[in-house]
């Protein structure tokens, strides 16, 4: 079992940076694929970026490459989003994702684990 919070959300400015956290439990979170996805009101649940076990690849969402960059620290057991050149377009409850796995993956139902959420908002 693996649990997962979120944390580093809220308002930021058009054009802005933000980083997103996502601390996971267990022993064995070295051996976890992680993804990020988000939600936008009135819209699906949509694929932002993975990475590999390792952090070695990593896979984003065309509407955030170059953009956006996924990372992790297993010794910390977290993953991160750092989001850079915010857009209005990416405001949404943005949530972390693991499954265990040697890939990454860009499927909803490819993850078995699921944190909570945090809001980013971005303003024009």
């Known amino acids: 079992q693996v649990q997962l919070v979120e944390s580093g959300g809220g308002l930021v400015q058009a054009g802005g940076s933000q980083r997103l956290s996502c601390a996971a439990s267990?022993?064995?979170?070295?051996?976890?694929?992680m993804g990020w996805f988000r939600q936008a009101p009135g819209k699906e649940r949509e694929f932002v970026a993975a990475?590999?076990?390792?952090?070695?690849?990593?896979y984003y969402a065309e509407s955030v490459k170059g953009r956006f960059t996924i990372s992790r620290d297993n010794a910390k057991n977290t993953v991160y989003l750092q989001m850079s050149s915010l857009k209005p377009e990416d405001t949404a409850v943005y949530y972390c994702?693991?499954?265990?796995?040697?890939?990454?993956?860009?499927?909803?139902?490819?993850?078995?684990?699921w944190g909570q959420g945090t809001q980013v908002t971005v303003s024009s």
């Open positions: 994702a693991a499954t265990p796995g040697s890939g990454w993956y860009t499927r909803e139902v490819e993850y078995n684990y």
């Open positions: 267990g022993r064995t979170f070295s051996s976890y694929a």
């Open positions: 990475i590999c076990w390792s952090g070695g690849n990593t």
